[in-house]
């Protein structure tokens, strides 16, 4: 398996733009996490899905982001309209089931800059 | 609530041993990670610790845990050039999926 696969992995865009990343977890995998990593506030768990179901927005700033898992192979996070303070690095992650060895497999990330 | 610190950054010379830290407040903590991020990578699983051990070794790593001070370590012993990265601690309670992270801890090994 090729791991989980982020595009585009970089993006620069103008304020007001609307912004799509994409993210293909590992296949078999039955839950899915967007995270934003800045300077100012390291890692941060925006949204999880579990079986496609979102389970925990609510880490998600506010109501210009939103995420959507259509099937269990493709999740999008679209940021509409986009700000300056938007730019971070956006990783996705996947995992299997909810035991201890639940190892949480990340993409290389997609790195945002709204200009 | 949920809330993982660690301090910003560490350097130690390269044949030396390698101490970061971390603390948490969720006293319902169950799983405690530990993950390496190499420049322009996602993060890695590096080990993680069940809340009810004390001490996990796996090679260069030890993990110590001190429940009552809620204060997670990772020793790397023999500190190489190649692990130079950032570190980041990161907590579970058991049956939740959500997984919160700490800020990160970069350590530069000097050669």
């Known amino acids: 398996d090729a791991g989980v696969i982020q595009s585009p992995r970089h993006e620069v865009t103008e304020m007001g733009q609307e912004v799509t990343l994409r993210c293909k977890p590992i296949s078999g995998h039955n839950s899915l996490f967007w995270y934003r990593q800045t300077m100012m506030r390291g890692l941060e768990l925006l949204i999880y899905?579990?079986?496609?179901?979102?389970?925990?927005d609510s880490g998600m700033p506010e109501d210009r982001f939103s995420a959507k898992m259509p099937n269990a192979s493709f999740s999008t996070l679209k940021i509409q309209p986009s700000e300056p303070r938007d730019s971070a690095v956006y990783f996705c992650?996947?995992?299997?089931?909810?035991?201890?060895?639940?190892?949480?497999?990340f993409g290389q990330g997609t790195r945002l800059t709204v200009v | 609530g949920e809330d993982v610190e660690q301090s910003l950054f560490l350097s130690v010379r390269e044949g030396d041993s390698s101490v970061i830290n971390c603390t948490y407040t969720?006293?319902?903590?169950?799983?405690l990670y530990w993950y390496k991020q190499e420049p322009g990578a996602g993060l890695q699983l590096l080990t993680y610790?069940?809340?009810?051990?004390d001490m996990k070794q796996d090679q260069r790593l030890t993990v110590l845990l001190n429940k009552k001070d809620k204060h997670l370590s990772l020793r790397i012993a023999d500190t190489q050039t190649g692990d130079s990265a950032i570190y980041f601690c990161?907590?579970?309670?058991?049956?939740?999926?959500?997984?919160?992270f700490g800020t990160g801890t970069k350590l530069q090994v000097i050669p």
């Open positions: 610790i069940f809340s009810n051990m």
């Open positions: 990161a907590e579970r309670r058991g049956g939740y999926q959500k997984v919160t």
């Open positions: 969720d006293s319902s903590s169950t799983y």
């Open positions: 899905f579990n079986n496609n179901v979102p389970i925990d």
């Open positions: 992650a996947s995992s299997l089931g909810s035991g201890v060895n639940t190892e949480a497999f």
